[in-house]
């Protein structure tokens, strides 16, 4: 059974640091990952997809990677801003039907 | 619309009371998901449709939850005989595609279910 863990689950730093949020997951056969942002009481935005094949995405100052043999994606965020502040969910595609498996999210904040 | 809406967005119910969510995917979208996701906690997955074929129903915690895609664009979940821990908000999403591994997936805002 495909299990998602995201670390740290809270992350609070000073505006303008780059960072880094973590991404595992057990097993490797996956078709791809999805991270998402979620502002609070609101729903998920999509941020990034990268296919299995894929080693990379990049997206203005977002960048995930991936890493399927060690079971492990990363989100690095550059020069953070405090519009920045939300929860970012890791989510993989593992099933021929695309339903998506969820790590419990991280929860950053960017003080000005 | 351009996304994905839902409504209610706020449903508060008696314990005991039947409610029904309904999802409207964006228009075109074949593939179609419903998502729990507790306070605090990642959504976690309900149930698939492709078109108004429900091919994943393996994630709906009992017989009292229901969906449907009767045309293939908008879907209802129903919940029958609400019970306090099915409070929770209640995601939909859509993608173009059937199936991985192009499948990415659109969420709409979400509607909250309090049951009291």
């Known amino acids: 059974k495909q299990e998602v863990t995201q670390i740290p689950a809270a992350l609070s730093v000073p505006e303008g640091e780059n960072l880094v949020l973590n991404c595992s997951f057990t097993?490797?056969?996956?078709?791809?990952l999805q991270w998402f942002r979620q502002d609070p009481g609101k729903g998920l935005t999509s941020l990034l997809l990268?296919?299995?094949?894929?080693r990379e995405q990049t997206s203005g100052r977002l960048n995930a990677s991936l890493d399927k043999s060690s079971g492990r994606s990363t989100l690095y965020i550059a020069a953070s801003q405090p519009g920045d502040s939300a929860t970012y969910l890791c989510?993989?595609?593992?099933?021929?039907?695309?339903?998506?498996?969820f790590g419990q999210g991280t929860t950053l904040q960017v003080k000005p | 619309g351009a996304g994905v809406s839902q409504s209610p967005r706020y449903k508060v119910a008696k314990r005991g009371q039947d409610v029904a969510l309904r999802c409207d995917p964006i228009?075109?979208?074949?593939?179609l998901f419903w998502y729990q996701q507790a306070l605090g906690q990642g959504p976690e997955f309900l149930t698939y449709?492709?078109?108004?074929?429900?091919?994943?129903k393996s994630g709906l915690p009992s017989d009292r939850f229901f969906a449907e895609r009767p045309e293939g664009s908008v879907s209802t979940l129903k919940i029958q005989r609400t019970q306090q821990e099915d409070s929770a908000v209640y995601l939909c999403?859509?993608?173009?595609?059937?199936?991985?591994?192009?499948?990415?997936?659109?969420f709409g805002p979400g509607t909250r279910l309090t049951v009291l």
């Open positions: 990268i296919q299995s094949s894929q």
């Open positions: 228009s075109g979208h074949v593939s």
């Open positions: 989510a993989v595609g593992s099933s021929n039907t695309g339903k998506l498996i």
């Open positions: 449709f492709q078109n108004e074929a429900q091919l994943d």
């Open positions: 999403a859509s993608s173009s595609h059937a199936g991985a591994p192009y499948n990415e997936q659109f």
């Open positions: 097993d490797s056969a996956i078709y791809n």
